[in-house]
């Protein structure tokens, strides 16, 4: 199997895309205790290290590495370009795009492929991207960068973000820009993503063990995602006020809480894109959750899982807050599935 090097892997989006894909991880690194702490139960077998990617100089990747690796994946974290925050020129969180192809440099991969939001393309930050880009010298051949949606490939959930994608001429043949994102999936809805969990039940003794109950259609894609011994975790229910129960309820599907600006959910669209919300370092805010397309609360996390794409067997944290955290943070296995496996066909 081809080997990856997976840098701010957190819970492991792309880690699973990349299995999924026929790879195996020689490493993932990540330096939040918080958002990896569950990496270890879903990857037991994959080594793992909780570290700040600026620490990683030659002499500790070559002993952590010492075959190298075929490819180096990650997505770099993504608040100091995002549209959504202050996108500040000196939040130290832009320069760990750069460490990320200072590290291609060191190991030298076959290829690497680079995530992250789209305001990375705004003329106030792409100017990063282009001198990261720059530093690795012409030995590489540059696909992208280009804004893909993972809702295009499969997923349940509109998901743009910006994807570079690099190749070493001198050890794989280099795929066109048609070749690394060619897909030919079917749209999903969020009623075949999480249609079937309307009835669940939970054990009496466990806080957070549940049961799938009777449904009367499970999609294909829900078929996939869904634990065969038909136990699960991460489907707590959030406890709203009385008021804010009766406000949801006048909320259609498809419209937003003018209030909360909750949206809800529509059968038969897509999910808006699932944001991550802060860790205690940043206010510990939470993100905004859609509204289920019937019931009158926001989405579980588990809910929230299957429209990013995870299967029913991936455990997130105890806490709804740090659950969706991971979550929001992940790049989506399915697009990253896609992309690695066209990727592999060249290597």
Not at 155 to 166: D, I, L, M, S, W
Not at 253 to 279: F, I, M, N
Not at 323 to 342: F, T
Request: positive net charge; aromatic residues 8%; charged residues 20%.
């Amino acid at each position: 199997m081809p080997t990856l090097l997976d840098l701010f892997s957190g819970c492991g989006g792309l880690t699973l895309g990349s299995h999924n894909a026929g790879y195996t991880t020689a490493l993932a690194v990540d330096v939040d205790p918080i958002l990896s702490s569950s990496f270890g139960l879903n990857f037991p077998s994959t080594p793992f290290l909780n570290a700040d990617v600026t620490s990683l100089k030659q002499p500790i990747l070559k002993s952590l590495l010492p075959d190298s690796v075929d490819g180096v994946v990650g997505g770099p974290p993504c608040q100091g370009f995002s549209g959504m925050g202050k996108s500040l020129p000196d939040d130290p969180r832009r320069t760990l795009l750069g460490e990320f192809f200072r590290i291609v440099s060191i190991v030298k991969p076959a290829f690497f492929v680079m995530e992250n939001v789209p305001g990375l393309m705004f003329p106030n930050n792409k100017h990063v991207l282009d001198a990261a880009i720059l530093s690795l010298g012409s030995r590489w051949e540059i696909v992208g960068p280009i804004i893909l949606d993972a809702s295009d490939f499969g997923a349940p959930t509109k998901r743009r973000r910006v994807f570079v994608f690099g190749f070493d001429k001198r050890k794989m043949r280099v795929p066109t820009l048609k070749d690394v994102i060619a897909c030919d999936a079917t749209s999903v809805s969020v009623h075949d993503a999480i249609g079937d969990l309307k009835t669940t039940f939970r054990n009496s003794d466990d806080i957070d063990r549940w049961h799938y109950g009777p449904s009367s259609s499970i999609s294909e894609y829900a078929s996939k995602l869904r634990t065969p011994s038909g136990v699960f975790t991460g489907n707590q229910l959030t406890e709203h006020r009385p008021e804010t129960i009766t406000r949801f309820a006048s909320v259609p599907q498809g419209g937003v809480d003018p209030v909360g600006k909750y949206k809800r959910l529509s059968w038969d669209g897509l999910c808006p894109t699932l944001r991550a919300g802060t860790g205690s370092d940043k206010g510990s805010y939470q993100a905004v959750r859609p509204l289920h397309p019937v019931e009158n609360r926001v989405i579980t996390p588990r809910e929230a899982a299957r429209l990013q794409g995870f299967p029913d067997s991936f455990v997130f944290h105890s806490t709804v807050w740090h659950s969706c955290r991971m979550i929001g943070n992940s790049v989506s296995p399915i697009i990253a599935e896609k992309l690695l496996s066209n990727i592999r066909n060249f290597l």
